[in-house]
Each structure stands twice: as C-alpha cells, then as structure tokens.
Nanobody
Framework: QVQLVESGGGLVRAGGSLILSCAAS????????MAWYRQAPGKQRELVAR???????NYADSVKGRFTISRDNARNTVYLQMNSLKPEDTAVYFC??????????????WGQGTQVTVSS
C-alpha cells in the first residue's frame, strides 16, 4: 500500500558529504515519524535520525553535528544530509515511515536500503 524509494547512496572519501532521499508513495493519508536507520556488516540496525510530523528531530550521538534530517511533507519525502563522513558511517541506510493510510490504517514501512561507503 505504501512504498518507500531511497536514492543518493554511494562511495565517498572520509570528510566528504552525501545526501540521501526517500520518497513515499501509495495510499497515504498522513505520515507521522520518518527516520533513517543504518546497518553495518555484522551489526544490528540502528537509528540514525528521526523527524516527527511537527519537525521535531533526534539523532544518534555518533552523528550529532554532522548529519541533518529534514522532510518535505508536500512531497512525502525525507532527506538525510551527511557531512564530515567517517569510515565508521559505512552501512546500508534504510528509510522508515510511520504511515496512516487513506483507509485510516496505520503501519510502518521500510525502504529497500541504499549503500553508503566511506573510504579512509
């Protein structure tokens, strides 16, 4: 019913920047929280940043001051601006959305993931 499509991953050198985008489509009435998670090889998936429908944000300590999450409610899109990237930021990044559908059902949706690789 709801699809999330991510873009913007890739290979970058340490200290560089990338911006990730995630667009939601489908039977959407409203989107509550949107977030980015990441999963590195051999590690659990972890929250990177979250933005509420009101614009409230929170970040993992490891990315505070370097990453910025934002959203465009008119386009049902969430962004992650990543600056001063470090090799330890290397992971697959997943978009997440807490959606209320047109039928007033509520469920969570995940993107397919986009690889971010930071070389030293």
């Amino acid at each position: 019913q709801v699809q999330l499509v991510e873009s913007g991953g890739g290979l970058v050198r340490a200290g560089g920047s990338l911006i990730l985008s995630c667009a939601a489509s489908g039977s959407i009435f409203s989107i509550n929280d949107m977030a980015w998670y990441r999963q590195a090889p051999g590690k659990q998936r972890e929250l990177v940043a979250r933005v509420g429908s009101s614009g409230y944000t929170n970040y993992a300590d490891s990315v505070k001051g370097r990453f910025t999450i934002s959203r465009d409610n008119a386009r049902n899109t969430v962004y992650l601006q990543m600056n001063s990237l470090k090799p330890e930021d290397t992971a697959v990044y997943f978009c997440y959305a807490d959606v209320t559908t047109i039928a007033r059902s509520r469920f969570t949706s995940w993107g397919q993931g986009t690889q971010v690789t930071v070389s030293s």
